[in-house]
């Protein structure tokens, strides 16, 4: 019960410090942040993951494992209120969550939300299976089951900090992302070949794509800016991605 009482301490912490980096990630581009806000999402599930969870996990840890070492007598007390409190707690969180597994497209701190909210699960079914060891005789499964909290919230913090430092440094969508890319310039016309395609997410579901595309040698300017403009407006309508650069080179330049 306490290592749940913490897990929902933390949890309430994490819910509101992950609610303020999604209202504040939809702030308009500036001159600050060309490219959005999007990323506070990914800094806000850094934060939790490096802070609230690990903290938590820790210290469940400290309090759980010496006393499976070296068990010492303890008395127990309320414990149907406890089996009920959890219950009650169960049912509680399984309204968010049905909500949040719903949704079609999530961004950062909602997926950290989700993960938190089904570790809530497992973890409050690890405190109640704990209790009722416990109405049994078997007093080894108090720590035993703050013990699997613990790792439950250790392994989400874990999960979290790997996603969201890859995206803070800049992770690309993958091969076959800039594949599509490279094809949809392609059917341009006057697109000859096209070059350096790159592109990263600079927030949740919010990708970046620079590339350089190859006209006919000679091509008026005027010409050519109106083929990497289509070339610009094809690649964001058909793969989805919220800016795109094209820069315009002649057959010249790559011989």
């Known amino acids: ?6 897990h929902t301490l933390s949890d309430i912490l ?53 006393r499976v070492l070296w068990p010492v007598p303890t008395t127990y007390r309320d414990l149907s209120l406890g089996i009920g409190v959890l219950i009650l707690s169960m049912l509680l ?10 949704e079609e497209k999530r961004g950062a701190a909602a997926k950290a939300q989700l993960a938190e909210l089904v570790n809530d699960e497992l973890g409050l079914l690890a405190a109640l299976v704990g209790i009722i060891f416990i109405l049994n005789n078997q007093p080894i499964a108090d720590p035993i089951a703050s013990i699997i909290v613990a790792s439950i919230i250790a392994f ?11 995206l803070l440094m800049g992770r690309s969508p993958g091969r076959e992302f800039l ?16 070059h350096d395609a790159r592109a990263e997410y600079v927030g949740p579901e919010i990708i970046q794509v620079q ?45």
């Not at 581009?29 to 800094?43: I, L, P």
């Not at 989400?156 to 890859?166: D, G, K, T």
Request: hydrophobic share 50%; glycine share 4%; net charge neutral.
């Open 1 to 6: 019960m306490l290592a749940e009482a913490l």
């Open 14 to 66: 994490l819910s509101g410090f992950l609610l303020f980096a999604a209202v504040y990630s939809h702030k308009e581009a500036d001159e600050t942040y060309m490219f959005g806000y999007g990323r506070a999402q990914n800094v806000a599930a850094l934060v939790a993951a490096t802070l609230f969870l690990s903290f938590t996990s820790f210290r469940l840890y400290e309090e759980a494992i010496p």
């Open 93 to 102: 969180a399984s309204t968010p969550l049905i909500s949040l597994l719903r």
């Open 156 to 166: 989400n913090a874990v999960r979290l900090f790997r996603q969201n430092a890859s």
């Open 179 to 194: 594949d599509k890319v490279s094809a949809v310039a392609k059917s341009v016309d006057g697109v000859l070949d096209v």
């Open 211 to 255: 590339m350089h595309i190859i006209v006919q040698k000679g091509l008026a300017i005027e010409e050519a800016h109106r083929t990497s403009e289509e070339v610009r407006q094809r690649v964001m309508k058909a793969l989805q991605c919220t800016f795109c650069i094209v820069h315009v080179g002649s057959e010249a330049h790559y011989q």
